[in-house]
């Protein structure tokens, strides 16, 4: 088995602003299996925030011995093996198990939904994310979500109700709101949320502080619609703490150090009665269709990344009413 890499940088359509900060690229380790005459395709996003970045990447990747990786693959053992090099690094973890995940969907001549046991005609609508922008901004960045059936929103600032009213004039469709940890008081966060509720938004993400567990816990409590802990919920072991804290959680390859231990959080979420939002960071079609692989397995999805960007090296994936279509090509099914 052959393992190469290739840095890249990933540009936004716009400036992507939440509540913390704005960027208007993401770096990319762009990760490659080969075995047999076969290739696995990973990728690594690295959101400045998670503290990976192409120099983090490069000296993970010059750590992985390939020799641990058989086919057919010991997804737990292989995880295990990439915690062992070093801690955190999730993103490049999830690159290395993207690629295994593609690569095993290719020796087995099988599709990796199939193979993660993913019901098709379960696919949940993707959401299409719109940062927080200048209001003419932002309403163009609303009109162009033509062919989302879901909006969900950044909020956190002062301008929150202002853009939701924005999007209200140009669409009816359901909204998500995502306030990335930026809202402060719990009794008017609980208005706030009446209030969105009336506006046809759905569910909240992260409203706050993700140390604030007991005004989080509060919030769930008394919400009529469902919060989702995203910056709160990493890995496998985090899935437990959401517990009473939030209705749900958001799972992203990127956090949970690929789709393995992914589908490890849905299922132990499901089985603690949490709703699950499969999400993503600004990822090529590469992560995004692993994602996608599991989609089906979770209540709502916000996989939007490769529609943000305008230099995917890939082909787009399938999408039609607001979903992906993943096809029956083995692996992951990206088009280079
Ligand atoms: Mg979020």
Known sequence: MKLTWQPFELELK?????????????????VNLAHEGYVG??????????????????????????????????????????????PGNPAIKAAIDIALHDLEGKLLNKPCWQLSGSNLALM???????????????????QEAVGFKVIKVKLGRDS???????????????????????????????????????????LI?????????????????????????DESIQRLPDVEKAKGVYHGINV??????????????ILKARELGLKILMGCMSETSCASLAAAALAPLCD????????????????MPAFANGKYMLSNEPGLGLML
Do not use: C
């Not at 400036?15 to 380790?29: H, Y």
């Not at 959401?127 to 309403?139: H, K, L, N, Q, V």
């Not at 949970?256 to 589908?263: F, L, N, V």
């Open 14 to 30: 716009h400036p992507f602003t939440i509540a913390k900060f704005s960027r208007t690229s993401t770096p990319l380790m762009l």
């Open 41 to 86: 395709y990973g990728e690594a996003s690295m959101v400045p925030y998670m503290g990976e970045s192409h120099e983090t990447a490069a000296a993970f990747l010059t750590m992985v011995d390939v020799n641990q990786f058989k086919f057919p693959f010991d997804f737990a053992a292989i995880i295990s093996y990439l915690d062992s090099i070093a």
């Open 124 to 142: 949940p609508l993707t959401s299409y994310t719109i940062g927080m922008d200048a209001p003419e901004i932002f309403r163009k960045k609303v």
């Open 160 to 202: 929150d109700k202002e853009l939701i009213n924005i999007i209200r004039s140009v669409t009816n469709v359901p909204v998500y709101v995502d306030a990335n940890q930026g809202w402060t008081d719990p009794r008017k966060s609980l208005d706030m949320i009446y209030w969105l509720q009336e506006q046809g938004v759905v």
């Open 205 to 229: 993400e992260q409203p706050m502080l993700k140390t604030d567990i007991d005004n989080n816990a509060w919030l769930t409590q008394h919400s009529p619609i469902p919060i989702i802990g």
């Open 252 to 265: 992203k390859l990127m956090k949970s150090a690929g789709m393995y231990e992914a589908h490890q959080m």
């Open 300 to 315: 709502w999805a916000d996989i939007d990344g490769p529609f943000l960007t305008t230099n995917n090296p890939y082909k």
